[in-house]
């Protein structure tokens, strides 16, 4: 039992003050209750933010056909274009006085290997476009848009409306269909003219579906090339 330093009497160990003289009690240290030290801060792992990749980054563009395109000129000239089309653009690619020679050169060489006399070789002069259009179904969409100054892409998203019309062409040697083709996009008015062909028309409508606008009334008509 402790006691009153100040005037001696005994004073219950747990009174603050004396009951005797009221002078206030010490606190022994078995009273005093240790201020617990504060919880140590949790352990945070820094995380860099994860960047949000556009859709275009996400799904590598792929090539899903290519169609000979034209362009007629003054006095029966052209302009040969080919439309690649991706799983994100349609590339429109130029074919050069350059490549078409090219191209020419190559067919006659391997006509004249293959045994053939000069109406072969000239036969497959004419069929030359077409078999260069097939090296772009294993090139790059960026290789193909950076091959000549003249080359552009269109977003599929930014195509409104293809319209597909009917053409007959008529000369002294041949009469003819094909196909004359407008591209409504918000990059502008896109004229071009193609082979009426079956497999060039269900390319489009497999990408672009319902915005390609055929004929009224037009059936497919299977056209061999080769």
């Not at 402790?2 to 010490?26: D, H, I, M």
């Not at 000239?122 to 476009?129: E, H, M, P, V, Y």
């Not at 094909?178 to 071009?192: L, Q, V």
């Amino acid at each position: 039992m402790p006691y009153c330093e100040n005037c001696g009497k005994e004073v219950p160990p747990t009174s603050k003050f004396c009951r005797n003289c009221g002078a206030p009690q010490p606190i022994t240290p078995s009273e005093v209750q240790p201020t617990p030290p504060p919880p140590p801060p949790q352990a945070q792992i820094a995380q860099a933010p994860q960047p949000i990749m556009p859709a275009s980054q996400t799904q590598p563009e792929t090539v899903v056909g290519a169609i000979p395109l034209r362009r007629q000129r003054s006095l029966g000239r052209q302009d040969s274009f080919v439309g690649v089309v991706t799983s994100q653009r349609l590339i429109i690619a130029q074919m050069t006085n350059e490549m078409m020679k090219e191209a020419a050169q190559q067919a006659r060489e391997l006509a004249k290997a293959a045994g053939k006399g000069f109406l072969g070789q000239w036969s497959d002069q004419l069929k030359a476009t077409f078999g260069y259009t097939r090296r772009y179904l294993t090139m790059e969409p960026s290789a193909v848009l950076s091959e000549t100054p003249g080359n552009f892409g269109i977003g599929n998203g930014a195509i409104g409306e293809i319209k597909v019309e009917l053409k007959r062409i008529s000369t002294q040697d041949q009469n003819r269909r094909e196909f004359e083709i407008k591209i409504e996009s918000s990059s502008g008015e896109f004229d071009f003219r193609m082979d009426e062909d079956d497999d060039y028309a269900n390319l489009l409508k497999q990408v672009y579906g319902e915005r390609v606008k055929m004929p009224f009334g037009y059936s497919f008509h299977p056209v061999k090339i080769g």
